[in-house]
């Protein structure tokens, strides 16, 4: 299993931050995400317990159902449906009210689950995935840093 790691600290209210990292259908909005969108709405909220969103980054694409949905403070998902199959242990995004803003911690814990090659190719993915999330939390940091 590999596991990814992304934390950063944004000077802005723990809403706003965790408002755009459970906003399924809008991660379009950043780098290297062709399309999203919510294939099913959660209870009580939209993008809460039981919503099923739908990741495409091109020849990747994943199908990731949310649980654990706590405004505003986690969310955890896991990967239901991928391409390249993946065995998703986890994934957990953790907010914490800071002096400095709000603290984000994003993990993930996966293997590609393709005989032989996916052990080859799993580094290489959890290296993409560490790069892809913590460019998504620095696109957070502008977008609500800037428009304060």
Known sequence: MQT???????????????DLLSDHANYKQFDGIRDSWLVKEG????????AVRRIDLGAVWFEEEISNFHRPTSMDYRILRSRPPIEHES???R???????TRVT???????????????????AAK???KAFGSMLKAIDRRLTTSA
Request: glycine share 12%.
């Open 43 to 50: 209870t009580g909220e939209r993008n809460g317990n039981g």
């Open 4 to 18: 990814i790691v992304a934390e950063r600290t944004i000077n802005a209210p723990i809403e706003q931050v965790f």
């Open 95 to 101: 907010l914490e009210e800071t002096e400095q803003g």
């Open 91 to 93: 994934g957990k995004i």
């Open 106 to 124: 994003w993990t993930s814990v996966f293997r590609i689950r393709i005989p032989v090659v996916g052990r080859v190719l799993s580094p290489f």
């Open 128 to 130: 993409a995935g560490t």
